[in-house]
């Protein structure tokens, strides 16, 4: 995967649009990232 993660508004996004969390909760950000790339690896 190839893809950046953008700050806006106070929230994690992927470029394409959609939100990961929000930055005040850096750990569920993070879990949801990890979900993306094991499924994309899978």
Known sequence: M???I?????????S???GIGPV?????TAERIM???RTVKA
């Open 35 to 37: 979900h993306v790339l």
């Open 24 to 28: 005040a909760d850096v750990s569920q």
């Open 16 to 18: 394409w649009g959609p």
């Open 6 to 14: 953008l700050y806006t508004d106070g929230a994690f996004r992927w």
């Open 2 to 4: 190839n893809e950046l």
